[in-house]
């Protein structure tokens, strides 16, 4: 099973699981049938979706399943027309060596930048009411730039971001409290 | 109606604030759709809290200023670096590119600029003629005719977006379960709220739309190895063309503005896919389709007038119906909501000033991006070169506020970031985002006039048949999931025999 398969298979097996525990959770809804039940209750929406996405994901699932089953047999006629010898791509030989360093090979399966961003999108929202909205932005803008601005550049950038982060921070923080009424926290600057 | 129009129009050229907004708006918008790699419905979210004060009128002004100008500035990016600055200018690298590289970038930049001009003005002028019409036809609608109408949208753009329709389906289905969690409509009974008091309001659209567009794009721009970009010289002289370029291209801009305007109107779809049809379009029309690819105007003028055409198509379903067009218009739905407005059938009576005031805002932002655009081009190509580093943490800080100002809490923020790490995954397993978007906003009134339809009939589901209005759109939701079968079956066999 090649590699799009293979996410078409987990996107089908993804929603199956999500269906079926999507359907449990309405046992937990209460329903109110005061003129007696003439039709849907808070119950009926939430289960009609639940059943349809069952379906949607089995189709999904079977189609991809019949199409790898058909694909196969076609690959196996084809390897018993041919000589020479065929590779198969599940075996651990065909596999290419991972090329680069440590870091290059696990950024190549979950990008290391990724993670981080998420992190510090993590760190600032948790920052957000505690700690305040200047220095936690202040603490983001310069995390993020730093992480994003190629390895390279870096070195040229430093004075510029620093100063950028705090700067867009407070005349952020002024113009949208001051000028735009909108009420941000303060934090430990309070 | 005229009177309306025309005072509309007029109390937008009578205001300062609102021009200067409007011109505000349309910089911003040129600006964020020229730089690849963030879109116009980045914009919009980033510019949203900013109109959270601003009177109505000239806050929603803004925002379909943004939408128009971002709708243009992706041709900027398409001819001068060969990479589309939005999804709607696709087509336009296909032949902007290739002039600019024959030293041609001045007159693909000018023609781009002339045919989105034309393009958006035929869309608004479509949209200011056709929307109060169609908004009074709906005021007849039931709970049957709403259901089947939104019925019909779901499974609309379930079907026509992506490659399979089951992951559409799946996709629109994910969204409704987001929909159905907080207080159920009509009995407010709670669902899936986990005993949290957080929960029981549910997820602000906002929060959904600024998490599955802004937010997924940051993290992607962070996740993706982009090459430094290189931006071709140009010399843009006047307008950039003559009369003569034009000679034999009115057909196809009038054409590709009208293909533009029906695939804007159509939920979910936009110019994201209606420059590329406009492009084909033109292409099977033309008598010297061989040249397409090379570098001629006939491309780039059937990509710009159909792209911005889809503007005032798909207002016209969001203001008459409260369904969005796109992306772009599901924000606009959004920020429609924030200023106490519900988008429908009726909105043009309830708010009837501030809809045409809209319109004149729009007629004005058209001829705005058109003189900044060549006025300006040398500005905006600096600002290509804007470095993303910058711009995209100040994106993730602004539509941070934007969620927290909802109702001063963190949660929101929270769901910014949940609905942000959806969207990423969404479009790494392309799954496509927009019917998730339509399920998340559809479910609502899905599920209260269905309820309400079969409260009505007690019980009987049978009476959506009996309504010419209701039967209809399930004749045609049945034609657009056979049609879409029939074509994935067909380019299945297609590339089996191939």
């Known amino acids: 099973m090649n590699s799009d398969s293979k996410k078409e298979l987990g996107v089908g097996i993804f929603f199956l699981v999500l269906s079926v525990a999507y359907m449990i959770g309405t046992t937990t809804i209460s329903t109110f049938t005061p003129f007696g039940n003439r039709g849907l209750d808070s119950r009926s929406i939430p289960l009609l979706i639940g059943i349809l996405t069952v379906i949607m994901s089995s189709i999904q699932i079977i189609s991809i399943l019949v199409k790898e089953h058909k694909m196969k047999i076609v690959s196996s006629e084809q390897v018993s027309d041919e000589t020479e010898e065929v590779c198969d791509p599940d075996e651990i030989a065909c596999v290419e060596p991972p090329k680069g360093t440590i870091i290059q090979r696990i950024d190549n399966v979950v990008p290391v930048k990724l993670v981080l961003s998420m992190l510090f999108l993590m760190i600032y929202i948790a920052a957000y009411q505690r700690v305040g909205f200047i220095l936690s932005s202040i603490f983001f803008l310069m995390a993020e730039s730093f992480l994003l601005v190629r390895d390279e550049e870096r070195k040229k950038w430093r004075i510029f971001i620093i100063l950028f982060s705090i700067g867009a921070s407070v005349i952020i923080y002024f113009v949208f409290t001051k000028y735009l009424s909108l009420f941000l926290p303060r934090g430990i600057l309070g | 109606m005229f009177e309306l129009i025309l005072s509309g129009y007029a109390a937008v050229f009578a205001d300062p604030m609102s021009i200067g907004m409007v011109f505000l708006g349309v910089m911003v918008g040129i600006i964020f759709g020229a730089l690849p790699g963030l879109t116009v419905v980045a914009g919009l979210s980033m510019f949203l809290p900013v109109t959270y004060v601003m009177a109505s009128n000239v806050g929603l002004s803004m925002l379909t200023a943004i939408y128009i100008g971002g709708t243009s500035g992706g041709l900027i990016s398409a001819i001068l670096l060969n990479i589309p600055g939005t999804p709607a200018s696709i087509a336009t690298t296909f032949e902007g590119a290739p002039m600019a590289k024959n030293g041609l970038a001045g007159k693909a930049l000018g023609l781009g600029v002339f045919a989105s001009l034309v393009g958006t003005l035929i869309g608004v002028a479509v949209m200011t003629l056709l929307s109060p019409t169609l908004a009074l036809l709906t005021l007849k609608f039931g709970p049957w005719e709403y259901f089947t109408v939104t019925f019909f949208a779901l499974t609309l753009i379930s079907a026509l977006t992506g490659k399979s329709i089951v992951k559409g389906l799946l996709s629109a289905l994910f969204g409704m379960m987001f929909a159905t ?135 016209i379903p969001l203001l008459t119906l409260g369904i969005p067009g796109d992306g772009a218009t599901a924000i606009l739905l959004g920020g429609f909501m924030l200023h106490g407005m519900v988008p429908g059938p009726l909105l043009f009576q309830q708010n009837g000033d501030l809809i045409y005031n809209i319109f004149g805002s729009m007629l004005l932002a058209t001829v705005f991006v058109a003189i900044l655009m060549w006025a300006g081009m040398r500005m905006f190509v600096k600002i290509l070169k804007v470095p993303t580093h910058i711009l995209v943490p100040l994106i993730v800080v602004l539509c941070s506020i934007g969620a927290y100002a909802l109702g001063n809490r963190v949660f929101d923020m929270w769901g910014l970031l949940l609905f942000g790490v959806i969207g990423l995954l969404m479009s790494r397993f392309k799954i496509p985002v927009p019917p998730f978007i339509l399920g998340f906003i559809l479910e609502g009134a899905l599920e209260t006039n269905l309820r309400r339809g079969l409260e009505y009939s007690n019980g009987n589901f049978w009476e959506v048949f009996t309504r010419p209005i209701s039967s209809m759109f399930l004749i045609l939701t049945l034609l657009s999931l056979a049609t879409t079968l029939y074509k994935q079956y067909r380019s299945a066999k297609r590339a089996k025999g191939a």
Do not use: C
């Not at chain 2, 309001?201 to 937010?215: E, M, N, P, R, T």
């Open chain 2, 181 to 315: 969690i907080g207080l159920s409509p009509i009995d407010s009974a709670r669902r899936y709220t986990f005993g949290s008091l957080q929960l029981t309001s549910g997820f602000h659209l906002l929060v959904v739309l600024v998490g599955l567009y802004a937010i997924s794009e940051v993290l992607s721009a962070a996740s993706s190895k982009r090459p430094p970009v290189k931006v071709l010289s140009y010399k843009m002289k006047g307008l950039g063309f003559s009369a003569k370029d034009l000679k034999g291209n009115w057909i196809n801009l009038i054409r590709s503005s009208l293909v533009g305007l029906g695939i804007g109107i159509l939920p979910g779809i936009g110019g994201s896919t209606s420059n590329i049809i406009a492009y084909s379009v033109s292409k099977n029309a033309s008598k010297h389709p061989e040249k397409y690819g090379t570098g001629i105007p006939d491309g780039i003028i059937a990509s710009e007038s159909s792209n911005n055409a889809s503007i005032g198509g798909a207002m």
